[in-house]
């Protein structure tokens, strides 16, 4: 699993299973789910997926790579 350069990433850039998409994120369109997509946003719906498939090292890797945009929203 490619888990270089998150921010350009999406959860569709890991899965294309349609009831896992649809459990997490809500819809198997990826032009819906992208509409309106927040960095923040972005970051937990890939930490639902590596929780979901039980892949820490994903967890650790969205969270470094998102780092700023989770000090902020620990903030507001």
């Known amino acids: 699993m490619d ?5 350009n990433k999406t959860i ?5 299973d349609l009831e896992i998409l649809e459990e997490l994120v809500s819809t198997t369109d990826e032009e ?5 997509l ?14 979901y498939i ?3 090292e994903m967890v650790r890797a969205v969270k470094k790579a998102f780092e700023p945009e989770f000090s902020n929203f620990i903030t507001e």
């Open 12 to 16: 569709f850039d890991f899965t294309d």
């Open 54 to 56: 039980q892949n820490d």
């Open 32 to 36: 819906t789910f992208l509409k309106g």
């Open 38 to 51: 927040t960095p923040i946003g972005r970051a937990f719906s890939m930490i639902d997926y590596a929780e």
């Open 3 to 7: 888990l270089t350069n998150l921010r």
